[in-house]
């Protein structure tokens, strides 16, 4: 483990340590090998009592372990039916009340990003950030022509904290990948991974304003949702300017009483833009937290939601998306031989396990609650416990749907948070019926085909050379077909072995026969005996082969 690396996590057990979190250490297996640090720490001996709650040490923990634990502290705030009252209201502090930096230094780095003085870019600039997140904070600004902006600036220095905090997660994955019995199937080296893909992608605010043209582009003519326009003029990599959206924050869901607005229409409204993007569009918006949720009310009957924040967005491969929504689907009908089947058939159980056996088990944790009102089942329960009963049947995690569970327990958490009732099942499965119906439509294959007319036509233009080559190649005896598999190599490497001992053995046998007969023939012994040893050693050292 490199220095820097074991330092790191050394920090972590003292900042645990110092804000009385010290039961994580105990319970965590993977801080075991450092577990006696714990106990030769003065802040172990000599820990003063605190007047803080556990929420509250929880939080200043995460906001001094840096960006990335904070990023967790923000998923799990949306969670509020799986966590304690305390800790979900100091968690939900992360999502827009992280710590900012100076104004001064936003200025700075905005005026070196721009190569001139910020009074040529505005006609005025709030040096007090509107709010500050974890990787970037934003200030209210007036563009030259009067149009009411926000400037997004990432934070100084960020990169550096997020490449040594993976550094850290990598090391933690490799000691899991080498230790945990059950690291085959949450293959946490690729889960670290691909979270190393999110996360930096969000300090490039170029390509947060190109997610953040996508989504407008999607939703253009939408009731459901708005987004902000980008001035890609005022755009570089790490500052970001966007139209200023006057809203109320999702959290606030006094002030949306108090404005009439419909909760339960808002509330199954961000279940449809969530099917909608991911499904429909296949291009969905996934950091989903409370913070980056306005909602317009011009007309409160009809309220209107506005994303900020497009660092993170997320796609499905055509695959993996069709089986999401047949899982859904079968769900909703109960039918859980469907679901086993489907699990087996997109490769998230091995091949191996027999159908009815994942289904007993499936029924098993869906039947309890198939008979309760749909509001009252959280799907996140439902995740939790359906991959409980698939360990038995050694499931692999599948890292290229982490961005869409963790924005569905978002979406789910906040629709809850904001109106209780919330019937999940009952927005979702019309929007998803509708979808599969489409897309097996003739329409939707005649569209497909049309697509890749171009393709099949090019493909039959350069297929009769390709067989004239063939056939005369064939009646010259120069026709082959290369073999590259793994197999192949594989039986070249064991011949390859059997030769190596093959030889090794006729050697050593030779030295070992040679020994023999200079010991019974020869004066002096010693070249005897030599030759004896190294035969003798040369005939152990095969068991190694």
């Not at 220095?3 to 965590?28: E, F, K, M, N, Y």
């Not at 450092?34 to 995460?62: I, M």
């Not at 304003?209 to 990599?237: I, M």
Request: net charge positive; with cysteine.
């Amino acid at each position: 483990m490199r220095p820097r690396v074991l330092s790191r996590l050394l920090q972590i057990q003292r900042v645990l340590v110092r804000h009385r979190l010290d039961g994580i250490i105990r319970a965590t297996h993977l801080f075991r090998p450092l577990r006696f640090t714990f106990y030769l720490s003065p802040a172990t001996w000599f820990r003063r009592s605190s007047e803080a709650t556990r929420g509250e040490r929880l939080r200043l923990a995460l906001e001094e372990l840096g960006p990335i634990f904070m990023k967790f502290g923000q998923m799990m705030s949306t969670r509020r039916d799986l966590l304690p009252r305390d800790i979900a209201d100091e968690l939900e502090k992360l999502q827009d009340r992280v710590p900012p930096f100076s104004g001064a230094e936003a200025r700075r780095i905005a005026e070196v990003a721009y190569q001139r003085p910020i009074a040529e870019m505005f006609a005025t600039f709030d040096e007090q950030p509107l709010a500050a997140a974890t990787i970037a904070q934003v200030h209210a600004a007036t563009l030259p022509n009067g149009q009411e902006v926000v400037v997004k600036i990432v934070r100084p220095g960020i990169r550096a904290l997020i490449e040594r905090d993976l550094e850290v997660l990598y090391a933690l994955a490799n000691l899991a990948q080498r230790y945990w019995s059950d690291a085959h199937r949450l293959r946490p080296v690729e889960l670290v991974r691909e979270y190393q893909k999110t996360i930096l992608d969000e300090l490039d605010l170029m390509r947060e304003a190109a997610n953040a043209a996508q989504l407008k582009r999607n939703f253009t003519g939408s009731h459901l949702l708005y987004v902000p326009e980008v001035y890609w003029d005022h755009c570089r990599k790490n500052v970001m300017v966007m139209e200023r959206v006057r809203g109320v924050l999702i959290s606030d869901t006094a002030e949306l009483q108090r404005r009439g607005a419909n909760i339960q229409r808002l509330a199954e409204n961000g279940v449809e833009i969530f099917f909608t993007q991911a499904f429909r569009h296949n291009f969905f918006h996934a950091d989903m937290h409370p913070g980056n949720i306005f909602v317009l009310l011009d007309d409160p009957q009809q309220p209107r939601y506005a994303a900020v924040d497009f660092g993170i967005v997320g796609t499905l491969d055509p695959r993996d998306q069709h089986y999401l929504a047949e899982n859904f689907l079968a769900f909703f009908e109960r039918d859980y031989r469907r679901i086993a089947q489907l699990h087996i058939d997109s490769g998230w159980i091995p091949s191996h396990v027999r159908v009815d056996e994942l289904e007993s088990a499936v029924r098993t944790v869906c039947e309890p609650i198939a008979n309760k009102p749909l509001r009252e089942i959280s799907f996140g329960q439902v995740l939790i416990s359906l991959f409980e009963a698939a360990q038995r049947f050694d499931a692999q995690m599948q890292p290229q749907l982490m961005l869409i569970q963790k924005t569905l327990l978002q979406i789910e958490g906040v629709g809850r948070q904001l109106y209780p009732d919330l019937d999940l099942w009952k927005t979702a499965q019309p929007l998803l019926r509708q979808w599969m119906n489409e897309r097996w439509s003739l329409r939707a294959i005649a569209k497909d085909v049309r697509k890749h007319l171009p393709d099949m036509v090019q493909a039959l233009q350069q297929l009769p050379p390709l067989l004239e080559n063939a056939i005369q190649r064939a009646h010259d005896g120069r026709f082959s077909v290369p073999v590259t598999t793994k197999d192949v190599e594989k039986l070249r490497l064991e011949i390859r072995r059997d030769g190596r001992r093959r030889d090794i053995a006729l050697l050593t046998a030779t030295c070992a026969l040679g020994g023999i007969i200079w010991l019974l023939a020869g004066t002096p012994a010693w070249p005897g005996y030599a030759l004896l040893v190294g035969g003798v050693i040369g005939l152990l050292s095969l068991r190694r082969l």
